[in-house]
């Protein structure tokens, strides 16, 4: 009787494995199914890396239309609210300056504001001491007429006096959008003119494109002058201002069929 379950058991222990090894695709049963049976793996050459890929380049030099002032208002008293109440006070005078040079509130956006403690070291007491508070309230200013960014800059400077503080003026594009698409021609041209010189070193016809993708750097806005931390004075003439000239820049990718 023990030899018979002795028996039983151990053909349980060898139909699993057995369904197992029926069902491993590594077994010589797949050897002898018919070869129209489709393979598990199956490796494509025809993939979209085929053909001439280059990348074309375009670049158009453009005139900034538009100026970004970077300014504010800067306060150190004794007290928080001695110091907060006078650079409020200097802001507001600030704020209506840019508004009577037709700077629209839309345009006037807050970039800093803090509060903080200024402490000195006492080497006699061995102990930092607070010897006052500052307020920093820096705004940034969009500047449509840049023939008048000079004319704003010196009027912010009357109005916030000593307390003024100019950080920066930057010059961009409002809308950029017809410089891009010369800058597309351009890339596009130069990228069918490399692959012409490739298709004809080596031998082959150039085909029509297969695959083409855009990459466009939207330009930041280019800062000339920094005046960091500095009291600005009274102007005696109107300050100039020269935009200058900046880059827009724009590539394209495109794959082409070689024909033979």
Sequence with gaps: MKKRW???????LVVPIVALCGCSPGVTRWANM????????QVSLDGQQAG?????????MATPDIAILRLGIEVQEATVAEAQAEAAEAMDRVMTALKDNEIDEKDIQT??????????WDEYKDQEIVIGYRVTNMVSAKIRDIDNAGAIID??????GDLTRIDSIGFSIDDPSAYYEEAREKAVA???????????LAGVKLGKPTYISEGISYPPPVYREAMIDMPVPAPVSETAISPGEMEI??????????LG
Excluded: H
């Excluded at 002795?6 to 349980?12: D, R, Y």
């Excluded at 009027?155 to 916030?160: D, H, I, K, Q």
């Design 249 to 258: 820049s724009l590539s394209v990718q495109i794959a082409y069929a070689i």
């Design 52 to 60: 001439i890929w280059v990348t074309g380049q375009g670049k158009v």
């Design 155 to 160: 009027a912010v400077a009357v109005a916030g």
């Design 111 to 120: 970039q800093y504001f803090n509060i903080r403690k200024v402490t000195r």
């Design 190 to 200: 130069d990228a069918k003119a490399k692959a012409e010189q490739l298709a004809s």
């Design 34 to 41: 018919p070869s129209s049976m489709p393979s598990p793996l």
């Design 6 to 12: 002795l028996w039983v058991i151990g053909l349980a």
